[in-house]
């Protein structure tokens, strides 16, 4: 018997043709919709909690500056103790964990 291996099973054919059916009967999702549940999803990303109470509260952090025994890390950008301090080249520091 010879078969052709280029053509679908005739069971992947029959489910492939019900899923077609399936999509086209289904209905589609209205552009409004989509837009209302957009402009929901805005409103809770501009402060709002689920729950529809406001946060008004503000961050406060003190910044503090680079003392004269401390540097700036030129591979991991932190602020590190200098007796952290790997090696130093071209102006640039390097820390221990940096370097292993």
């Not at 043709?17 to 399936?22: A, G, I, K, M, V």
């Not at 109470?53 to 503090?64: K, N, P």
């Amino acid at each position: 018997m010879i078969s052709e291996y280029d053509e679908a099973r005739s069971d992947v054919k029959e489910s492939q043709e019900s899923s077609l059916e399936d999509l086209k009967s289904a209905s589609a999702i209205d552009a409004r919709q989509v837009v209302d549940e957009l402009d929901e999803a805005d409103i809770l990303d501009a402060g709002l909690t689920p729950g529809g109470e406001i946060i008004s509260e503000e961050l406060i952090v003190e910044v503090v500056p680079q003392g004269v025994d401390e540097f700036t890390c030129y591979c991991c950008f932190l602020v590190r103790h200098r007796s952290q301090l790997a090696r130093e080249r071209n102006n640039r520091s390097y820390c221990v964990d940096c370097e292993d």
